[in-house]
């Protein structure tokens, strides 16, 4: 019998609120540095939600503000510490929990490096970030979002998911290949659609 796939997102699907904010301040080494910069990534977010830039030239800018520069070692270090302050949800609490941890996988366009240290045994899938040969971050080498998270299941021979838990409309390329959606909203499930439901 074929193993059920559960897909969940992350960012405010088992979280309240959005984590990559927290990440680059983490990773920041001193908070007013953080300050100095937030004002330009903030407008940059802001340019991003009109649709005048995409998610990839977003995340970029935050890598080239944040990141860049950090050791590996260091990223290390800084993904666990943010891992351990992360509130999750309801969602995690009253739906991932009840699902054997072997059918479910973790998609986000989060960065892995503080995803696999909150979910050590789960299966997760984030976006991921690029090194130098000198091991410093100078970029990104995956931006897990949209289309970029269908082809890597169809590439696991995942063809069909049983659920899908997402807060976002941009997970509808993963929508399309679920049986079963949840529409997160607020920390709770707020719709839940069924095979050929319109979306």
């Not at 920041?28 to 990534?41: G, I, R």
């Not at 999750?88 to 929990?97: A, F, I, P, Q, T």
Request: charged share 30%; glycine share 6%; hydrophobic share 40%.
């Amino acid at each position: 019998m074929k193993q059920p796939v559960i897909a969940f997102d992350f960012d405010k699907t088992l979280t309240y609120k959005d984590t990559l904010f927290g990440f680059y301040a983490e990773a920041s080494k001193s908070l007013p540095v953080f300050k100095m910069k937030y004002p330009f990534f903030l407008f940059m977010a802001a340019a991003y939600k009109l649709g005048l830039i995409s998610n990839l030239t977003l995340k970029k800018t935050g890598v080239w503000f944040y990141l860049r520069g950090l050791s590996r070692d260091e990223m290390k270090e800084i993904g666990e510490a943010y891992a351990g302050k992360i509130e999750l949800n309801d969602v995690y609490r009253n739906e991932l929990l009840k699902y054997p941890s072997e059918q479910i996988i973790i998609i986000s366009a989060s960065f892995e490096d503080y995803l696999k240290p909150l979910f050590p045994n789960h299966r997760v899938v984030g976006s991921r970030l690029s090194y130098s040969d000198e091991n410093r971050v100078n970029g990104i080498s995956v931006n897990m979002y949209g289309e970029e998270k269908k082809e890597w299941l169809q590439n696991q021979g995942i063809k069909e998911i049983d659920s899908i838990y997402t807060d976002s409309y941009s997970d509808k390329p993963l929508m399309d290949m679920a049986e079963r959606t949840y529409l997160v909203k607020d920390g709770s499930v707020e719709i839940k659609i069924v095979g050929e439901e319109k979306l």
